[in-house]
């Protein structure tokens, strides 16, 4: 065998060792909810990491062990920085020293519901520009089947690198749940696929490293198909679940009692809870990017459409209530004071990002009402024209018209918030167990 064949061969053993002993230097493209965890659980498994963002704020605050991400706690990053196993940089020259990189930057939709891969191809691009042999990349933002392969894939190849010999390509899709204390990173099991089967078997080997359970599969398009799916699937089944609460609702029919009896069968059955709408970075986009991609191949994706019709029309039923509740005591909608109990898009955690409480706040306004909101983990909310500041319940309730729960927090007082009501819509069943007229459930 000459010296040029042999050559691919060492590479991965190279890198395979570098893996095994943790002294490959490992890269987090994108510092995020997503990024900065996995950072810090490299970090912790005794890897010296590099985290890559584009926003200088976000490297400085890395660099200080301040965390901005609610599952990261500053007393877990501080001292991962400061015995220098975990740095943050905005210069992407440091791809020259790293022999992995995971890429978990944001894929939004644009306004016309396309798949915004802009950060994906920009990230892609900056890596292009450092790129050398022996590295192993692995996409981590959610996307459509294929973009591994036929966005990706094609920016790396132009530096003449050959995949599966000289460098390694993988998709594995994040399954963060921000908030959840029983599953983060470290135990969520890291499904991957790779463009061949040695990119497949180098992703596996890296996540062993640092995470407990690891899902190969065959191609990175299955990857990419697995996190569609899942999303999908729980976007599909709240959309259904939303649609029972609006029958429920013509029939007077309590939901959650519904759905809590129906749980109790012990197989075929899996609930899903009615709600304001859908939020978040994951839920309400990524189903678009399948049926983005399903369209150019001649499918439509109908439950998607559905669902995301149903799950849109949410805020409006709550705005429905609302105006009902406040007419049935006799007080118009406009001119009156509706407080809002949690703008962030679940329950605990302080991402705003495509939350139903920006859509009924501004539905609100539009209707003429005085808004405002309590939030302990929002303190400050400017978008869409919004530019207000959060009140504490015990201030803000006694004066309000109605009270909205839209994210039960656990750290509202829903006992005293009772009390102090006039009126309260609930739509996320946070009231369960208190009897009283001034309450409206979803
Ligand atoms: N947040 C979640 O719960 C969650 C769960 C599963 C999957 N995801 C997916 O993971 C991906 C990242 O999501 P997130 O919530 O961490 O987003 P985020 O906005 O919190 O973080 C993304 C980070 O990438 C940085 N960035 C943007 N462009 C960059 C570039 N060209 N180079 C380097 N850094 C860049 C941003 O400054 C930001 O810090 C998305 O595809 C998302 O759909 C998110």
């Known amino acids: 065998m000459s010296q040029v064949q042999m050559a691919p061969a060492a590479t991965a053993a190279m890198l395979e060792e570098k893996i095994r002993s943790r002294r490959a230097r490992v890269g987090i493209v994108g510092l995020g909810y997503v990024g900065l965890p996995l950072a810090v659980e490299f970090a912790r498994a005794g890897f010296s990491v590099t985290g890559i963002d584009v926003s200088s704020a976000k490297t400085d605050r890395v660099n200080a062990g301040d965390s901005y991400v609610g599952d990261v706690p500053s007393d877990v990053l501080k001292p991962l920085v400061e015995s220098g196993k975990l740095r943050a940089t905005a210069d992407f020259s440091a791809v020259l020293e790293l022999d992995t990189i995971n890429v978990c930057v944001p894929t939004p939709l644009r306004k016309t519901k396309d798949p915004d891969m802009s950060y994906i191809v920009s990230a892609s691009q900056e890596i292009a520009r450092y790129f050398h042999a022996g590295l192993l990349v692995i996409l981590e933002s959610t996307t459509y089947p294929g973009t591994t392969d036929e966005l990706v894939l094609p920016m790396l190849s132009k530096s003449g690198l050959e995949v599966g010999q000289d460098f390694f390509l993988c998709f594995s899709p994040e399954r963060v749940d921000p908030g959840n204390p029983k599953f983060q990173t470290v135990n969520i099991p890291k499904v991957v696929g790779g463009v061949t089967p040695m990119c497949t078997e180098m992703g596996r080997l890296f996540y062993a490293q640092a995470l407990e359970h690891v899902v190969p599969v065959s191609?990175?398009?299955?990857?990419?198909?697995?996190?569609?799916?899942?999303?999908?699937?729980?976007?599909?089944?709240?959309?259904?679940?939303?649609?029972?609460?609006?029958?429920?609702?013509?029939?007077?029919?309590?939901?959650?009692?519904?759905?809590?009896?129906?749980?109790?069968?012990?197989?075929?059955?899996?609930?899903?809870?009615?709600?304001?709408?859908?939020?978040?970075?994951?839920?309400?986009?990524?189903?678009?990017?399948?049926?983005?991609?399903?369209?150019?191949?001649?499918?439509?994706?109908?439950?998607?459409?559905?669902?995301?019709?149903?799950?849109?029309?949410?805020?409006?039923?709550?705005?429905?209530?609302?105006?009902?509740?406040?007419?049935?005591?006799?007080?118009?909608?406009?001119?009156?004071?509706?407080?809002?109990?949690?703008?962030?898009?679940?329950?605990?955690?302080?991402?705003?990002?495509?939350?139903?409480?920006?859509?009924?706040?501004?539905?609100?306004?539009?209707?003429?009402?005085?808004?405002?909101?309590?939030?302990?983990?929002?303190?400050?909310?400017?978008?869409?024209?919004?530019?207000?500041?959060?009140?504490?319940?015990?201030?803000a309730a006694p004066g309000a018209d109605c009270i909205v729960i839209v994210t039960d927090h656990a750290a509202f007082d829903y006992q005293s918030l009772v009390k102090q009501a006039s009126l309260i819509v609930d739509t996320r069943n946070a009231l369960k167990g208190f009897q009283s007229d001034k309450i409206v459930r979803l």
């Not at 978008?383 to 015990?394: K, V, Y």
């Open 219 to 395: 191609s990175t398009q299955v990857a990419e198909m697995v996190k569609l799916l899942e999303n999908t699937f729980r976007m599909i089944n709240i959309g259904l679940a939303n649609e029972i609460a609006l029958m429920c609702d013509r029939m007077g029919i309590n939901v959650w009692e519904v759905i809590d009896a129906a749980a109790t069968k012990p197989f075929g059955f899996m609930p899903f809870y009615p709600g304001p709408g859908l939020g978040g970075h994951c839920i309400p986009i990524d189903p678009f990017y399948l049926s983005w991609k399903t369209k150019q191949a001649g499918i439509e994706a109908r439950f998607i459409e559905l669902a995301g019709y149903i799950n849109g029309q949410m805020p409006h039923f709550v705005l429905s209530k609302v105006q009902n509740a406040l007419n049935d005591a006799a007080k118009p909608l406009k001119g009156s004071r509706v407080h809002i109990m949690g703008v962030a898009y679940k329950r605990n955690i302080d991402d705003v990002r495509e939350s139903p409480a920006l859509d009924l706040l501004l539905l609100l306004r539009q209707r003429g009402a005085e808004v405002s909101y309590s939030d302990p983990f929002v303190p400050v909310l400017q978008m869409d024209g919004l530019d207000l500041r959060a009140e504490s319940p015990a201030e």
